[in-house]
C-alpha cells in the first residue's frame, strides 16, 4: 500500500488508526515491556514514547513514535508533518521525557528539519520505522537522497538533546 496516492480523507482514517494503536504500546512501555515491540525494528520498527505538555491544554500526553539512533543522538520525525498535534506541542514545549526500551530520560526536542544532514537523518529514521516508512510510500532501499529528499519533504525531523543521567 502507498499511501502517497491516498486522498485527505483516506490520510485522515490512517491518523486515527495509528493513533488507536497508541495506548497498547504505551502500555507496554509502562509495564516493563517495550523492549518486545523492538525485538525485530526491521518490521516494527524501533518504539519509544514521548511524553509532553498540551500547548494549550496543559495536559500530559503519552505519544509512541518511530526514531533511530545516530552517532548516539535520537532522532524521530513526525511524518504527518507539521499538523501533528503532538509536534505541535513539542514545539511549544520542548522540554519533555522520552521513554526508551532501556529506561526513562528526559530531554529537549529541537527541530532539525533544515539541517545539512536531513536526507541521511531521515534515511535513518525510515529505517527504524520499519513496516510504516513503506506503508507511507517512503521506501528507503529504494529511493536514492534526491527522492527521499522529494517525498518526505513535509516530514518534520526533531533531534532529543538528552539530560546527562544523574548518578
Known sequence: MDVSKFTPKQLNTLRRVFHAMNPFMVFMLKIGLGWTMNIMPSVSGRIMVIKHR???????????????????????????????DWYKNIMANPEIEIWLPEGKRKARAEDV?????????????????????????????????????AVSKEYRLVHFIMEPIEK
Open 113 to 149: 528539519s533544515d539541517s545539512s544532514r536531513r536526507v541521511f537523518l531521515m534515511r535513518q529514521v525510515i529505517i527504524g520505522s520499519g513496516f510504516a516508512g513503506p506503508l507511507f510510500g517512503v521506501n528507503q532501499k529504494k529511493l536514492n537522497d534526491q527522492q527521499l529528499d
Open 54 to 84: 498540551g500547548r494549550k491544554s496543559g495536559k500530559e500526553y503519552l505519544t509512541p513514535v518511530n526514531y533511530a539512533v545516530v552517532d548516539g543522538e535520537i532522532y524521530c520525525t513526525a511524518g504527518f508533518g507539521s499538523i501533528s
